[in-house]
């Protein structure tokens, strides 16, 4: 009896203590779509057209929106994270393609950081709360 | 003699559990913990910046997809 008792304890424990603590990161899905692509671009993009020759991105007027969006939820966190204070519109020039379309240019650093950005948000952490302000404050 | 072969028993087990716990008890630290979420997010931006460097559209797309 005393053996089953310990043989069972035993195997709940190391299960438990075999299980993954943190979480992975969220898988990315397909392409969203963008409703201010202009005509001739797939709209399936999420709000992102394609690069230019020399590497940096081109955005949909919805996709600088949604970066703007990001950047004012995650400002103090991503300046905890990664040191660096984004603002709105930081990295963004205006663009006007061949058609006469008004677009958007993002560099490479910030094409990077609007990703990490965006994986924050699919994974549901935080926005920037009150104890952020005050920490930031303080640093 | 059978009190005593009970508690040797538990006292054995009980051995076994505080070397589980020393050995997978360790992952469950915040510090553990807060090391695995930085190298998650590394491996993310090197992920990111590699897609950038390759100009891979589709994959900006999905990182970037709603």
């Known amino acids: 009896m005393l053996k089953k008792f310990a043989i069972c304890l035993l195997s709940s424990l190391l299960v438990a203590g075999c299980s993954t603590v943190t979480p992975d990161k969220i898988k990315d899905e397909i392409a969203s779509y963008d409703a201010s692509t202009p005509t001739g671009y797939d709209v399936q993009n999420s709000g992102f057209i394609g690069f230019m020759d020399d590497g940096k991105g081109i955005l949909t007027p919805f996709g600088v929106l949604r970066y703007n969006t990001l950047v004012t939820a995650y400002k103090l966190k991503f300046k905890s994270y990664k040191g660096v204070e984004l603002t709105e519109n930081s990295g963004i020039t205006e663009f006007t393609d061949k058609k006469g379309n008004k677009l958007f240019i993002i560099d490479q650093q910030h094409l990077v950081y609007y990703a990490i950005l965006n994986s924050w948000r699919k994974e549901g952490k935080p926005s920037d709360s009150i104890v952020d302000k005050v920490i930031d404050k303080v640093n | ?66």
Do not use: W
């Open chain 2, 1 to 66: 003699m059978g009190t005593n072969i009970a508690t040797a028993i538990i006292n054995a087990i009980a051995a076994v559990f505080t070397v589980i716990k020393d050995v997978f008890g360790a992952k469950n630290t915040s510090e553990m913990k807060d090391r695995q979420v930085k190298q998650k997010e590394t491996n993310y931006t090197s992920e990111a910046e590699k897609a950038i460097k390759e100009k891979d559209v589709k994959k900006i797309r999905d990182m970037l997809a709603e």
